[in-house]
């Protein structure tokens, strides 16, 4: 079963815009991770931020987390057409877990030039 | 830079058949996972190893699929026999610690006809 549940599934914009997608999820965790993928490949990781953090910055990544609404954003600000590609959030659960991750169905970002 | 491998990177099969895939994963890292992702979705935990051991199978398709971590390194994920609703991607990643950042492999593409 998938946790996450990433919004919008898609997204399209021009080079130079920021793009936000939204992560929720069901149950506490002890952190949250976001990954990239670009097409046929593996994934990427991109920024971990743990329950106790509200905001991480990576480069021109800016990664939000709300515990009480249980859920997420990622903000790629200036996007390029590099950055085409789908954007997954994991959750590492706190109850039961054994330090797996729950991914959710990705965000397909397209930055067009 | 460090890179976990996996191969082959494409494999087309019959169903009924036997196939397996190879990962070594990053030198030093303990953890190693084994994920199926259907075209469209997030990748789905299939087992686990820490060093040697399974930590976690639960999604594992016993009847069908195996995987082993023989001297807690390199692992291998085999289907027998594979069926047509196995055709995804398989991807490989590692962890140097429980419940951080993986770092994940180019993925073996499946196709069965």
């Known amino acids: 079963s998938q946790q996450g549940e990433e919004d919008p599934q898609a997204l399209s914009i021009q080079e130079g815009e920021n793009a936000t997608m939204n992560c929720s999820y069901k149950?506490?965790?002890?952190?949250l991770q976001w990954y990239r993928q670009n097409s046929g490949r593996g994934l990427v990781h991109l920024i971990l931020?743990?329950?106790?953090?509200r905001e991480k910055h990576s480069g021109r990544l800016r990664v939000t987390l709300d515990t009480s609404k249980k859920s997420s954003s990622l903000l790629i600000t200036a996007s390029r057409a590099a950055d085409t590609a789908s954007y997954f959030c994991?959750?590492?659960?706190?109850?039961?877990?054994?330090?797996?991750?729950?991914f959710g169905k990705g965000t397909k970002l397209s930055v067009k030039p | 830079e460090a890179e976990v491998a996996q191969s082959p990177r494409y494999k087309i099969t019959e169903k009924s058949q036997a196939v397996a895939f190879w990962c070594d994963p990053i030198?030093?890292?303990?953890?190693l996972y084994w994920y199926r992702q259907i075209l469209g979705q997030g990748p789905e935990l299939l087992v686990q190893?820490?060093?040697?051991?399974?930590?976690?199978d639960s999604q594992l398709p016993k009847d069908r699929f195996s995987a082993e971590r023989l001297k807690g390194v390199d692992s291998t994920l085999k289907i027998q026999p594979a069926e047509l609703g196995d055709s995804a991607m398989y991807l490989c990643?590692?962890?140097?610690?429980?419940?951080?950042?993986?770092?994940f492999g180019p993925g073996t593409r499946l196709t069965v006809l």
């Open positions: 990643a590692s962890s140097s610690s429980f419940a951080g950042m993986q770092f």
């Open positions: 149950t506490s965790i002890n952190n």
């Open positions: 931020i743990r329950s106790n953090e």
């Open positions: 994991a959750t590492d659960g706190v109850a039961g877990s054994q330090g797996n991750l729950i």
């Open positions: 030198s030093g890292h303990a953890t």
């Open positions: 190893f820490q060093d040697e051991s399974v930590v976690d």
